[in-house]
Nanobody, 125 residues
Framework: QVQLVESGGGLVQAGGSLRLSCAAS????????MGWFRQAPGKEREFVAA???????DYADSVKGRFSISRDNAKNTVYLQMNSLKPEDTAVYYC???????????????????WGQGTQVTVSS
């Protein structure tokens, strides 16, 4: 049983920055692929970023160059640094852990096994 707890969300003006954190307990953190997804009201959940067991990363085109995902295996924590925030970044942000050995794609929510409760990010214009 894996538990994920996000923190760091809040209100920020367009152009500002936030850093989200996701602390994991249970399981073997270093073996997880970790992802960030977001969901705005009335819209489907969408992929934001992923970091792999090797610490390689991938980003959605909409956030590439602005967001950065990282992990600290010693602290069982994954981060999402968000810079140059835009109003369209407003959403609930979810942390996810993929414990399976293989997935055809880490860009879809059904590839992940565990989810956090979400943290709200609101960007004003």
């Amino acid at each position: 049983q894996v538990q994920l707890v996000e923190s760091g969300g809040g209100l920020v003006q367009a152009g500002g920055s936030l850093r989200l954190s996701c602390a994991a307990s249970g399981g073997t953190f270093s073996m997880y692929v970790m992802g960030w997804f977001r969901q705005a009201p009335g819209k489907e959940r969408e992929f934001v970023a992923a970091i792999y067991r090797s610490s390689g990363t991938d980003y959605a085109d909409s956030v590439k160059g602005r967001f950065s995902i990282s992990r600290d295996n010693a602290k069982n924590t994954v981060y999402l640094q968000m810079n140059s925030l835009k109003p369209e970044d407003t959403a609930v942000y979810y942390c996810a852990a993929g414990a399976r050995a293989y997935s055809a794609s880490w860009y879809t929510s059904n590839a992940y096994d565990y989810w956090g409760q979400g943290t709200q990010v609101t960007v004003s214009s």
